[in-house]
Nanobody, 112 residues
């Protein structure tokens, strides 16, 4: 059974930084990424990255977040800088092979 295990969430003041990690229990997926869901809102895409390193970012995080991956460790990272209160959400790791796989989520809270 494929597992995605996230870590690195927490509480930070506005303007601060956090780094999320997601370790997958199998060989590299063709594409991995992060979604987030704030209270009362739909889950939204944050960033994705392919095995070749091609990255995509939502407009709301461009220039502040950076996604990376270590294929040898089956791990994807999300470096989040200049965090804003609007970034408060549960962040989910996502990976796609033939199916979509999801992590359990990690809470990120940004205080003003």
């Amino acid at each position: 059974q494929v597992q995605l295990v996230e870590s690195g969430g927490g509480l930070v003041q506005a303007g601060g930084s956090l780094r999320l990690s997601c370790a997958a229990s199998r060989n590299p997926f063709s594409i991995m990424g992060w979604y987030r869901q704030a209270p009362g809102k739909q889950r939204e895409l944050v960033a994705t990255i392919t095995t070749a390193g091609s990255a995509y970012y939502a407009d709301s995080v461009k220039g502040r977040f950076a996604i990376s991956r270590d294929n040898a460790k089956n791990t994807v990272y999300l470096q989040m800088d200049r965090l804003k209160p609007d970034d408060t959400a549960v962040y989910y790791c996502w990976a796609r092979a033939m199916f979509d796989y999801w992590g359990q989520g990690t809470q990120v809270s940004v205080s003003s």
